[in-house]
């Protein structure tokens, strides 16, 4: 649930290692979305 992460954390910034995640889906979210190893 991004809505809840977005309130819980403080720094609002998500890290995928996995790549699992949209980019455009999780900053819609309002995060800053960095991914490893994705162009």
Excluded: K, W
């Amino acid at each position: 649930d991004f809505d809840a992460m977005r309130e819980a954390v403080q720094d609002r910034v998500v890290f995928d290692g996995r790549n699992l995640y949209e980019p455009a889906l999780i900053r819609g979210f309002g995060l800053e979305y960095f991914s490893i190893g994705r162009r």
